[in-house]
């Protein structure tokens, strides 16, 4: 591809809803994960500039007896699997992309409050963990109900979220946002954390927090310190 055109911007592997390192059989050198054999070959052969970005899916809730307690792991399995990519070797220069996500759970979630707990909640997780780019899968019919010929019915609770990420978190603009790590000490009887927080600072110079409560029952009381 590069004797066609040197400029090319080639990445992958795509990997699909990975939660944990992908093995194989042990090479001669006893390697098993297949990411980290894969940027081996790349070094041994010189070729390792030409990797020019990371790809995986992550689909957290694929099986459809997912239940709203499961939303508590979404920050932990985000960040565990861009750290076990990391830990495989990828260099700090390649950028990591999510190029297809979403969510699904008990039942069609797609249009409930869940899913928009999720995303919002994946967002800052991502971005916090060093993410560079993410692509959200299934516009129709996670951001909008539709009737039989496909018209829009009504928009979902997804959207609202969308909207809040992309419109109040974030300023609207083509323009550097820088993302800060936070934390949260708000949690249940079960030892869940049940708020989670996301900082960065937007463009126009002002902090901007998004706080994402996932107690099904109860609204939190909050109190940010710098």
Do not use: C
């Amino acid at each position: 591809l590069h004797r066609v055109d040197p400029n090319l911007k080639l990445g992958g592997p795509v990997f699909e809803g990975a939660d944990e390192d992908i093995t194989v059989s042990p090479d001669s050198r006893g390697r098993t994960s297949w990411l980290g054999r894969f940027l081996d070959y790349l070094r041994d052969h010189g070729r390792l500039a030409d990797l020019s970005f990371m790809s995986f899916e992550h689909y957290p809730f694929s099986d459809t007896r997912a239940t709203w307690k499961d939303l508590y792991d979404e920050p932990r399995l985000i960040s565990h699997i861009m750290e076990v990519w990391k830990s495989d070797g990828l260099p700090d220069g390649v950028p990591m992309f999510d190029t297809e996500t979403n969510a699904t759970g008990e039942g069609d979630t797609s249009a409930t409050i869940f899913s928009a707990v999720w995303l919002a909640d994946y967002i800052g997780s991502f971005f916090a963990a060093g993410g560079k780019a993410t692509y959200f899968f299934h516009y129709f019919d996670d951001l909008f109900t539709l009737d039989k010929q496909y018209q829009i019915k009504q928009p979902t609770a997804q959207l609202m979220a969308a909207q809040v990420i992309t419109q109040e978190w974030v300023q609207p603009v083509d323009a550097e946002h820088r993302v800060f790590r936070a934390a949260s000490d708000i949690k249940d009887s079960d030892g869940h954390v049940v708020v989670t927080a996301y900082a960065l600072l937007r463009p126009d110079g002002q902090w901007s927090i998004m706080l994402v409560n996932k107690d099904y029952d109860n609204s939190r009381k909050v109190r940010l310190v710098f």
